[in-house]
T-cell receptor, first 115, second 112 residues
């Protein structure tokens, strides 16, 4: 099983609908992130969390919200989806411990299409 | 703020050719530098990293040297394979590893 699991992997929805993307991890990492990938724009940070009680906005947080339900779970919500939120979304985790300090571990991505 | 600039792609090479993907950065302090690779249909995975000036990161035949004087971290490989076809991202983190800033990615296509 993957260490960082995202659900759903693919989702098509309509403008105005509420959407939740979920992320769970078995790596035991404290830090979790949501990124968005668009062609030609690379990865942009939406939100990040350093522990269960810590939530921080990234560079493109408008139109999104997050919830850190537990150390292992971090969900991303689109309250009212719009077409320019069509993108590939990645969850990632990291830790400050050990030889992998600072390294991000990514899920396989959730492709969202908003019609 | 921090930023990463990498060469636009796609980079198209024949198998066994030499690869260079340029990456330059702007940052305050002493960032750590990373190269991530994304194979088709997959998430990103770390390829190599360097944490201080003049460090050389290497993995799977790829190398990159942290050049503080030119603020660069160019990715090189002496002989590419078809299996190296992927998108490569240069990234930096601040000294506290709070967040990573990514470049826009460079697609590499290797033909037999």
């Amino acid at each position: 099983d993957a260490d960082v699991t995202q659900t759903p992997r693919n989702r098509i929805t309509k403008t105005g609908k509420r959407i939740m993307l979920e992320c769970s991890q078995t790596k035991g990492h404290d830090r979790m992130y949501w990124y968005r990938q668009d062609p030609g724009l690379g990865l942009r940070l939406i939100y990040y969390s350093f522990d269960v009680k810590d939530i921080n906005k990234g560079e493109i947080s408008d139109g999104y919200s997050v919830s850190r339900q537990a150390q292992a779970k971090f969900s991303l919500s689109l309250e009212s989806a719009i077409p320019n939120q069509t993108a590939l979304y990645f969850c990632a985790t990291s830790s400050l411990a050990g030889v992998n300090t600072g390294e991000l571990f990514f899920g396989e991505g959730s492709r969202l299409t908003v019609l | 703020g921090n930023s990463v600039t990498q060469m636009e792609g796609p980079v198209t090479l024949s198998e066994e050719a030499f690869l260079t993907i340029n990456c330059t950065y702007t940052a305050t302090g002493y960032p750590s530098l990373f190269w991530y690779v994304q194979y088709p249909g997959e998430g990103l995975q770390l390829l190599l990293k360097a944490t201080k000036a003049d460090d050389k990161g290497s993995n799977k035949g790829f190398e990159a040297t942290y050049r503080k004087e030119t603020t660069s971290f160019h990715l090189e490989k002496g002989s590419v394979q078809v299996s190296d076809s992927a998108v490569y991202f240069c990234a930096l983190s601040d000294s506290g590893y709070s967040t990573l800033t990514f470049g826009k990615g460079t697609m590499l296509l290797v033909s037999p």
